[in-house]
T-cell receptor, first 115, second 115 residues
Framework: SAVISQKPSRDICQRGTSLTIQCQVD?????MFWYRQQPGQSLTLIAT?????????ESGFVIDKFPISRPNLTFSTLTVSNMSPEDSSIYLC????????????FGQGTRLTVV | AQSVTQLGSHVSVSEGALVLLRCNYS??????LFWYVQYPNQGLQLLLK??????LVKGINGFEAEFKKSETSFHLTKPSAHMSDAAEYFC?????????????FGAGTRLAVHP
């Protein structure tokens, strides 16, 4: 299986600032996804990062708040913009090796605390 | 629309006892079903999955799950709990949308194992 590295692993940020999270995969993958896991809750899909085109956002998430880049098949970034304490969550990068592939792999996550 | 319900947000068992984590799904099409485990401060790891074929699926660490279409269930079991099984467990179902599969997660069940 692919190795997924997320940076940073955790951060404490001031409200009103932005944080960019990086996701690096050791092989080329077709599908990359970003999830949010709020404290004590399950995972919610934020968006699908599409290589060479704009990300596809789920209901309740917008590009201005969560801009995503996918410059190539091994790398993606998620920015959490203009942060508030409600953005304190774990953010996870996930990959799938093919469009119809069933198995998804996850990075270790970025634990974000906004103060 | 696809959805997942996990019964019991917290389950506590004694070491050596049977582990049973419940998952029911709703899907308008034959589902793909998954169980993931999340250890503290880590990402998600796939325990097992059902796509097609045999309805009793065996996974890692001695876990198994049975797909029961008539009951729309995919409960996770392990005959004998170990202290190292203490973690958060997520059931997930695929949602086919926009030309590819997305994962929809249940709320999670936190398993505690006591001596």
């Amino acid at each position: 299986s692919a190795v997924i590295s997320q940076k940073p692993s955790r951060d404490i940020c001031q409200r009103g600032t932005s944080l960019t999270i990086q996701c690096q995969v050791d092989s080329q993958v077709t599908m990359m996804f970003w999830y949010r896991q709020q404290p004590g809750q399950s995972l919610t899909l934020i968006a699908t990062a599409n290589q060479g085109s704009e990300a596809t956002y789920e209901s309740g998430f917008v590009i201005d708040k969560f801009p995503i880049s996918r410059p190539n098949l091994t790398f993606s970034t998620l920015t959490v913009s203009n942060m508030s304490p409600e953005d304190s969550s774990i953010y996870l990068c996930s990959i799938r090796t093919g469009f119809m592939e069933t198995e998804a792999f996850f990075g270790q996550g970025t634990r974000l605390t906004v103060v | 629309a696809q959805s997942v319900t996990q019964l019991g947000s917290h389950v506590s068992v004694s070491e050596g006892a049977l582990v049973l984590l419940r998952c029911n799904y709703s899907s308008s099409v034959p589902p793909y079903l998954f169980w993931y485990v999340q250890y503290p401060n880590q990402g998600l790891q796939l325990l097992l999955k059902y796509t097609t074929g045999a309805t009793l699926v065996k996974g890692i660490n001695g876990f198994e799950a049975e797909f029961k279409k008539s009951e729309t269930s995919f409960h996770l079991t392990k005959p004998s709990a170990h202290m190292s099984d203490a973690a958060e467990y997520f059931c997930a179902v695929t949602l086919f949308s926009g030309g590819y599969n997305k994962l929809i997660f249940g709320a999670g069940t936190r398993l505690a194992v006591h001596p």
